[in-house]
């Protein structure tokens, strides 16, 4: 059947989401160009910015306090420093597939995005229609028989965020604990990959993947995306497939 909403709709109402910075992409080595000026980045992440843990019915993100520069990512491509807002997941219907960048072909089983903005711009509204107002750092999640125990807590909130809409307090948390041992990037100017699909993102993606178990993937794919009281519709495949690359670089952190 048609998807009257999907991915390939949504040029409809958003005529930019067939703009020439969309994102996802692929990400493949012939055509990355390694960029020895790339600066490391660095986070600074406050673990009492962190507020409350939701399921908005297409995705779980925890959000953060961004009223001031409290925790922030600096350095790498970005020109100043940009203020954490929310993290969230993209993650499929099975383990083969459910990561939104794709690298050399290979898919992951999710992807993490950590979405800071701009304070140079009076508000997060105002940063999303600017080109420069919006920084995604993206790590891979991939599957192993081994879970990450840093994941756990945002796993253990699962339970009281099952339906769309549910909400839970989610205080004392650093995500920079989930990071992995290399900080080596690809970065490329790109996009939101939901509508509006606003082309605002310096996007900065991490080239080692965080190893979690399948049965960490599986919590997250209990999720459900209807409200409570609503036929019970599983929140799985929140990926949008890979875009045309156009003629934008990627360029790399690392050789
Ligand atoms: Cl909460 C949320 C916010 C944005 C997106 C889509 C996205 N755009 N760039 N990274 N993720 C999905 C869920
Ligand atoms: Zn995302």
Known sequence: APDLWGPDQWHKNYPIAKGHHQSPIEINNKEVHYDRSLLPWFASYDPGAAKTILNNGKTCRVVFDDSFDRSVLRGGPLPGVYRLRQLHFHWGSSDDHGSEHVVNGVRYAGELHLLHWNPKYSNYLDAVRRTDGIAVLAIFLQVRRTPKPEMKRILEEINAIKTKGKEAPFPNFDPSILFPKSHDYWTYHGSFTTPPCEECITW???????????????????????????????????WRPTQPRHYRMVSASFL
Not at 224 to 233: D, Q, T, V, Y
């Open 204 to 238: 900065i993606v991490l080239r080692e993947p965080i190893i979690v178990s399948s049965d960490q993937m599986a919590k997250l794919r209990s999720l459900s995306k209807n409200a409570e009281n609503e036929p019970e519709l599983p929140l799985v495949d929140n």
